[in-house]
């Protein structure tokens, strides 16, 4: 199998691994960072944005749904939402009932000491939530700031 390598990140505000402060991800890489309720009861899985659809504003949502803040939570609280993250381990794929709708998820830990930081979306079923495809979710609680 070979060894594995930790990826060292270089920004002003890097995310680690609570436990063992392994670099996970970039600040600039986040793509949300406000909490929100969720109602799931699966193990990381209560992700839930804000709205049904709209933007703040009203008007249904676009390709461009980034570009306004979501709200996003996870088992132990508030959640971020990131294009990339590093030194995780993704587990089985599994389908899950969010409160978003129905996705096919892996959850994620941490490379060096086995936690589970979060969680990553491979399908999305709903077409509103397909931006999410390919994306991460790393839950604050289990998060600290290394740099």
Known sequence: MGLAYNTYLTSNKIY???????????????IS???CLSVSSLPLAGLSPSGSGRDPRGSPLKDS?????????????KAYLFHNVVNVDAGEPLERNMTTGRHVVRDITCR?????????YDKAYENSEKYKEGKFILEAELLCNVA
Do not use: M
């Not at 680690?16 to 600039?28: D, M, Q, R, V």
């Open 16 to 30: 680690g691994c609570k436990s063992c402060k392994t670099h996970l991800a970039n600040h600039e890489d986040i």
């Open 112 to 120: 060096q000491c086995k936690e589970t930081v979060g969680w990553k």
């Open 33 to 35: 960072r406000v909490c």
């Open 65 to 77: 749904i980034n570009l306004w803040e979501q709200n996003f939570r996870g088992q132990h609280g």
